[in-house]
């Protein structure tokens, strides 16, 4: 204590923070546009776009208001999309998740045809599709990892044959990666990308996703396929597995409450590591907002740079725009 009052008139730490050209010279952590997702609801038909309650400024859209989106963000330098289908119909089986004329695979015609520059992602999962809203196939009341996984790649060949760079599987069934690269490479799709949801938590912050896709479960929940929050070596073993089933890019998701996976995700491999900011985090913003408790630029800025601070290379958010006007005015 003695020697530190003895430096402390040499040593102060506020020198750097003393004014924002300095702070901003001594900033560690930066990231551009070229970072940001932004995820799309996609619904049928035209010239469509719904509001969802629980997300205030984020809307379904059909493919052609979807294309003017993608225009208008490419426009801010986001040049990567994340596209939800939400099917005129639902069964049983989710058939409209491989439907080749099916919700997604049009939008991604529609927006590639305009905007062959624009990066396209599509969700590979089957609760958008299912009339009782599990990402798989019910047998005997439980959601059958193995009856799953044809369908999953299924649907990643109808979505890769229509255009999509990137598939992102996100039902969290075992050797769903595998399943997906054996079916695209059989197809002779041997260049689409793999962005996996590897380490996918049951999270409480999915609430308003599920309203905007329609995908509750009718029944149970998704604690027998999706993580258990405690468990973070696990979520590195579910990393590992996907690496070895040969994903390109692995997840995160969600990222706040998560943000000790990705610092460790990172440290732990080498592959490009992607964070989900998903609907909750975005809604937990907006709604404090929206009441005037915080400032919502101020916190989502901070929100996104915690995010690349803890090592996430591809951050997706429904922010994305509003980050994107933000860097520009900095
Ligand atoms: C589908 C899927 C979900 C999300 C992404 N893909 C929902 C879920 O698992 O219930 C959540 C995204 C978000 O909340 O923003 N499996
Ligand atoms: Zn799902």
């Known amino acids: 204590m003695e020697d530190e009052f003895k430096i402390f008139p040499y040593i102060r730490e506020r020198r750097l923070r003393s004014s924002k050209a300095m702070r901003d010279l001594v900033?560690?952590?930066?990231?551009?546009t070229s970072s940001l997702m932004l995820p799309m609801f996609i619904i049928p038909g035209k010239g469509k776009s719904q509001k969802i309650e629980s997300m205030p400024d984020v809307i379904r859209q059909t493919a052609d208001i979807a294309v003017s989106t993608v225009s208008r963000a490419l426009n801010l330098g986001i040049k990567s999309f994340l596209l939800f289908g939400i099917p005129s119909a639902k069964d049983e089986m989710g058939t409209g998740a491989y439907d080749e004329n099916g919700v997604i695979p049009d939008a991604i015609k529609k927006i590639k045809k305009e905007y062959p520059e624009a990066l396209i992602a599509a969700d590979v999962c089957m609760c958008e599709y299912t009339t009782h809203g599990h990402c798989g196939i019910i047998k005997n009341g439980r959601v059958d990892n193995d009856l799953t996984l044809p369908v999953l790649a299924k649907a990643a060949v109808a979505y890769a044959e229509a255009g999509a760079d990137v598939v992102a599987p996100s039902s969290m069934m075992d050797g769903q990666v595998r399943a997906i690269r054996a079916a695209l490479n059989d197809s002779g799709l041997k260049d689409t990308v793999i962005m996996s949801y590897s380490s996918k938590f049951a999270s409480s912050l999915y609430g308003p996703f599920r309203e905007a896709a329609d995908s509750r479960p009718a029944f149970g929940d998704r604690k027998t396929y999706q993580m258990d929050y405690r468990n973070g070596r696990q979520a590195m073993r579910e990393i590992e597995l996907d690496i070895s089933e040969g994903a390109d890019i692995i997840m995160v998701k969600p990222a706040m409450f998560y943000l000790d996976l990705i610092f460790t995700a990172r440290n732990r491999f080498n592959l490009p590591i992607a964070a989900y900011s998903v609907s909750g985090e975005y809604s937990m913003i907006k709604g404090a907002a929206m009441?005037?408790?915080?400032?919502?630029?101020?916190?989502?800025?901070?929100?996104?740079?915690?995010?690349?601070?803890?090592?996430?290379?591809?951050?997706?958010?429904?922010?994305?725009?509003?980050?994107?006007?933000?860097?520009?005015?900095?």
């Open 27 to 32: 900033a560690e952590t930066a990231f551009d």
């Open 291 to 330: 009441n005037g408790w915080i400032n919502e630029n101020d916190a989502l800025m901070e929100l996104i740079y915690s995010i690349k601070r803890a090592g996430a290379d591809i951050m997706i958010t429904y922010y994305a725009e509003k980050i994107a006007d933000m860097l520009r005015q900095r």
